[in-house]
């Protein structure tokens, strides 16, 4: 290669170098959203948001594009692309963008944030959520590839990788994704990449320093040996505190935390409560219908491992509990084993809550006029396999729900098997004498599950059936300790569903056995393996589940048959009077059939609005809104707190001489901001003769006179002479946009052509040819008395 070819070269290097940098490191930041969804199923999103970011950041810096015009091509590539690596599923052949592409591109740029932090991790790409990554990773890419390209301090281009490092953080989960690792390779990417620029900067002048001035050039050397040491020291330190940041030893506090409305499936009343109702007013009526149930399989409710006493609900506990509800998400089974089965749930008469599904849900998609309203207030216990909709169903819903269904467990295939270690919440007000009739009932099982047979065949072959409905034997519905002591105690043990699964489960936790009870529906024998299940108030059903190691949750029924009444009829439930038998102090006493309940269609009310949750989750979404902003804002904060630093360090710079050389290159900087291209090398008489043909300035050829007499005069200016010069520039600067519009006031504003030396030398460059020349002509024996100032100026 030769001489004269290599400084043509010595740029592309730089930005390749650049372009390199920006990308890995950008890479390192959002590895960081790999909890968040899961696995790599973000990668080849975030890649190619980086990919577009930066070939727009290297055209708009080639074809030196203002601010206004890199934010048009990211928006129209925005709009091109994202429907590909974004929203694939709503595009033509995974690439052609439709109507609902544009749209969803459209919205998810303002909600995509607000759906990722209120939708459990991790989330399904499925959904929407790649909006995320991609814009993150396209205005990052952007805005960091032309501060990088077009400044000269490469630290600015730091500001908007550690912006997407901190969204990432904050749009993520508690726990991070290796956090070590990534804070490792941040701190040596930045260190080297800050290094290599600062090694390069010498090479990149055009002009040598050292022929101007040995002394500076080798003070500018020492300069920038220290600076390199110093960039290398400050990278090193914050990559240490960024993987110290990512690797806490407690969990994080993100947005997420902050942001997910909180939901207590205990503000509504246990299913269980409206067991007799629902067979005594709704047996003949058609509640819902399931298409694709297969046969043997159990559409369920809710799932209660709590009993005070009163009503056996979900318990009271943190995550993991029956309680432990989260909004609903897609690919909630990804790891569960069994036949996928897809179920058609439409709703008749039935209205609630609680939605009727199957154990293992991987996601229910809703259809219809309330599909939006229902997916938004939609929560899914994966640990029960439960789900609630707080808007309610009712009479004209319908959903389709995506299962995976498991086969029957056989009592061979649980022989060897143990209890699962699951922890249960504490009953209290137990009957006293329900442990010794569990211990009684399993004293000849061996095995855990012949335990559990012992105690169902107990309840199913020692008990009668009856609701208690017209015609039937008296059977009081509730499930209250008082019931419960009520049909333990009773010459003739008499109920339905409801009481002897509440007895069983109560019976098998007194003996240590991890039992819960499930309300749900399942069609009769009859009806069984039919294509559609109608489901009916006379197919409700309540049962048991008790938890085996390695098999999960196996249901058991301990209610006797329908058919199995007491052979006299008249015979009532006596009351044992022993005193062992408990008798907890008067409950609310409630009619025979079931007290009253709030109306299905009714929602819960506080006592008074969440007022500061809706003001934190207010906070919260415009903090993030005011984040986006901020990093769209980047590049104009740079641009204006670049040339403010600029004009400080030239009107305090340590020379009088240097403050007029600097107050003549502030005017001709914004002249070339406001379009005006001055020939390399001039002198300041031909700028100025440049400045009054574009701009039309009459007074530049004096200012030119009046810089040249100050910086090339026997004697340094005085600090009046300086001040008086820079107000003679600031007035003529401030009057440059008198005559144009707003518009080219503002691109002059946020324009980089001067940051860039576009259009002429470096103003570093023309400092020291001035510095060396004054010193020159104020040598003794090298002053020419009949010398005039502009000869002078002419001599340069």
């Known amino acids: 290669m030769s001489a004269a070819a290599t400084p043509a070269l010595l740029p592309a290097r730089r930005w390749a170098l650049d372009l390199i940098a920006v990308a890995a490191l950008l890479i390192v930041a959002l590895v960081g959203f790999w909890p968040t ?4 199923s973000f990668v080849l999103t975030a890649i190619g ?69 209120t939708t459990v991790a991790p989330v399904s790409p499925a959904d929407g959520h ?200 897609s690919n909630m089974a990804a790891s569960a084993e069994g036949v996928p089965a897809s179920l058609r749930f439409e709703i008749g008469e039935y209205s609630g809550v609680w939605v009727p599904g199957v154990e293992v849900t991987d996601d229910i998609v809703f259809d219809g006029a309330r599909a939006d309203e229902l997916r938004r207030s939609a929560y899914s ?42 922890r249960m919440p504490k009953l209290s007000n137990v009957p006293d004498d329900l442990a010794n009739i569990a ?30 409905l017209e015609g039937e034997v008296l059977s009081r519905a509730g499930h209250t300790a008082e019931r419960i002591a009520t049909l333990l105690g009773g010459d003739q043990m008499i109920g339905d569903d409801e009481q002897y699964a509440v007895v ?103 006592d008074a609005p969440n007022i500061l949750g809706i003001i934190g989750v207010i906070l919260a979404i415009g903090g993030i ?19 403010a630093a600029r004009r400080r360090a030239r009107r305090n710079a340590e020379r009088a001489s240097d403050r007029i050389s600097g107050g003549w290159d502030e005017l001709t900087d914004r002249a070339v901001d406001y379009g005006a291209r001055f020939p390399a090398g001039a002198t300041r008489v031909e700028e100025a003769v440049t400045l009054s043909a574009a701009l039309e300035i009459p007074t530049a050829t004096a200012l030119a006179d009046h810089a040249d007499r100050q910086v090339f005069g026997p004697a340094e200016p005085t600090s009046q002479d300086v001040e008086a010069f820079w107000k003679e520039i600031d007035a003529v600067v401030g009057g440059m946009g008198s005559g144009v519009g707003f518009w080219k006031r503002l691109k002059a504003r946020l324009s980089v052509r001067s940051l860039t030396g576009s259009g002429r030398l470096s103003a570093r460059l023309q400092e020291l040819k001035d510095a060396a020349a004054s010193r020159v002509r104020r040598e003794p024996g090298n002053i020419d008395k009949n010398s005039t100032p502009a000869a002078e100026s002419e001599n340069r």
């Open 37 to 40: 969804f899961g696995g790599p």
């Open 49 to 117: 948001g980086i990919l577009l970011g930066l070939g727009i950041a290297a055209a708009g810096a080639w074809r030196r594009w203002g601010i206004l015009a890199v934010a048009g091509v990211t928006i129209a590539v925005y709009f091109l692309f994202g429907g590909a690596l974004a929203l694939p599923h709503t595009t033509i052949a995974g690439f052609i963008p439709t109507l609902d592409t544009l749209t969803g591109l459209a919205l998810g740029a303002v909600t995509s944030w607000k759906q990722l932090l």
């Open 130 to 329: 790649l909006l995320v990554p991609f814009l993150v990773a396209l205005l990052a890419a952007v805005t960091a590839g032309s501060l990088a390209l077009r400044l000269q301090h490469v630290a600015w281009a730091m500001l908007p990788l550690l912006g997407a490092l901190t969204l990432v953080i904050a749009l993520g989960v508690p726990d991070a994704a290796f956090p070590v690792v990534q804070g490792i390779l941040l701190a040596i990417g930045a260190a080297i990449w800050m290094s290599m620029r600062a090694w390069w900067v010498p090479h990149d002048s055009a002009v040598d320093v050292a022929q101007v001035d040995h002394t500076r050039a080798a003070h500018m050397r020492m300069r920038r040996l220290l600076g390199g040491v110093a960039v290398v020291a400050i990278a090193a330190g914050a990559g240490v505190a960024v993987s110290a940041v990512a690797s806490p030893s407690e969990p994080r506090h993100i947005l997420r935390d902050a942001i997910i409305p909180p939901f207590d499936v205990r503000d509504y009343p246990s299913p269980l409560q409206s067991f007799r109702k629902t067979v005594r007013d709704q047996k003949e009526k058609t509640l819902f219908t399931v298409s694709g149930l297969p046969e043997g399989a159990r559409v369920r409710l809710a799932a209660m491992d709590q009993w005070d006493g009163i009503v056996y609900n979900v318990a009271d506990g943190g995550p993991g509990s029956s309680s432990a509800f989260t909004p609903l998400r």
């Open 381 to 422: 216990n994966t640990e029960t396999g439960t789900s609630v909709v707080v808007a309610g169903l009712k009479k004209g819903d319908a959903y389709t729900l995506k299962a995976i269904v498991a086969g029957d467990v056989s009592d061979e295939q649980l022989e060897d098997a143990d209890f699962a270690n699951v």
């Open 439 to 468: 211990s009684d009932a399993v004293a000849d099982a061996e095995s855990p599950i012949e335990q559990v047979r012992a105690l169902e065949t107990h309840f199913a072959e020692g008990g009668f059936f009856s609701h208690g």
């Open 504 to 606: 069983m489960a109560l019976a098998a936790r007194e003996i240590g056995i991890p039992a819960r009870v499930v309300m749900g529906y399942y069609p009769n024998e009859d009806q069984a393996g039919e294509p559609v299940f109608t489901a009916t108030g006379d197919d409700v059903h309540a049962w048991v589940e008790v938890a085996f190691e390695g098999f999960g949750w196996v249901p058991f029924s301990p209610t006797p048959p329908e058919d199995k009444v007491p052979n006299d009829q008249n015979t009532k439930p006596k009351v044992d009077p022993k005193p062992q038998v408990l008798q907890p102090p008067p409950p609310p006493q409630e009619p025979v059939d079931l007290p009253p309940t709030v109306p299905d269609d009714r929602k819960p009310q506080d």
């Open 625 to 643: 809104s005011a984040g986006v902003l901020l990093l769209l804002a980047s590049p104009f904060i740079v641009i204006g707190a670049w040339k």
